[in-house]
């Protein structure tokens, strides 16, 4: 059963509460579904911001960001999630817009954080860094997120085919980006 197909009633139902309950902590079945979209993406970034502050080099730390972020956005549960937001945003934008805002927003802003002191220190040449934040999370997710969402890749991605698609996107990233070495 689809969002647009579940009533509070059948959620109240499968979760072995009464309907009266679910009021009690969700004004609706709406406020629900964001706090449940909350909960996972809560779990992602911290798991993200643990990946960059885990001691290691640049490239090591960007791999292990970037593989925990195209493992977790290409999980069955994410994609599902995704599908719902697409198919309830033309009724209703602002919560595609909320959605947004608490994900991929919040995910620049977390590796433009990241990226800022690397620039600073000068291991990272970026005159816009929040453009190269968006270029990294491109690379590092071509050929995985979108064929997912869509259906033409079935099944999330084999750990080599992460490794491989990131590996390649982190390379492009810091060739770009990288300091020249002697300056």
Same mark, same amino acid.
């Given at each position: 059963? #689809?969002? %647009?197909?579940? /009533?509070?009633?059948?959620?109240?139902?499968?979760?072995?509460? +009464?309907?009266?309950? @679910?009021?009690?902590?969700? +004004? /609706?079945?709406?406020?629900?579904?964001?706090?449940?979209?909350?909960?996972?993406?809560e779990s992602l970034f911290r798991e993200l911001?643990?990946?960059?502050?885990?001691? $290691?080099?640049?490239? %090591?730390?960007?791999?292990?960001?970037?593989?925990? !972020?195209?493992?977790? &956005?290409? /999980?069955?549960?994410? @994609? *599902?999630a995704h599908r719902v937001i697409i198919g309830v945003t033309e009724r209703m934008p602002? @919560?595609?817009?909320?959605?947004?805002?608490?994900?991929?927003? *919040?995910?620049?802003? !977390?590796?433009? #954080?990241? &990226?800022?002191?690397?620039?600073?220190?000068?291991?990272?040449?970026?005159? %816009?860094?929040?453009?190269?934040? +968006?270029?990294?999370?491109?690379?590092?997710?071509? $050929? !995985?997120?979108?064929?997912? &969402?869509? #259906?033409?890749?079935?099944?999330?991605?084999?750990?080599?085919?992460?490794?491989? @698609?990131? +590996?390649? $996107?982190?390379?492009?990233?810091?060739?770009?980006? /990288?300091?020249?070495?002697?300056?």
């Amino acid at each position: 059963m #689809g969002y %647009d197909a579940a /009533s509070v009633n059948d959620i109240a139902r499968e979760a072995g509460v +009464s309907k009266g309950t @679910i009021y009690v902590y969700f +004004s /609706s079945k709406e406020d629900l579904f964001e706090e449940l979209m909350d909960e996972v993406r809560e779990s992602l970034f911290r798991e993200l911001e643990a990946e960059l502050e885990r001691p $290691g080099t640049l490239k %090591d730390r960007l791999l292990r960001y970037a593989t925990v !972020l195209a493992t977790r &956005l290409c /999980s069955d549960r994410v @994609i *599902r999630a995704h599908r719902v937001i697409i198919g309830v945003t033309e009724r209703m934008p602002e @919560i595609g817009a909320r959605f947004y805002d608490r994900g991929a927003t *919040r995910g620049t802003r !977390l590796l433009v #954080g990241f &990226l800022e002191p690397e620039v600073a220190a000068g291991r990272l040449t970026i005159p %816009d860094i929040p453009l190269a934040a +968006s270029q990294f999370f491109e690379l590092c997710m071509v $050929g !995985l997120f979108r064929p997912r &969402l869509l #259906g033409h890749m079935p099944a999330p991605p084999t750990e080599a085919e992460v490794a491989r @698609i990131v +590996s390649a $996107g982190v390379d492009m990233f810091l060739c770009r980006y /990288s300091a020249p070495v002697g300056r």
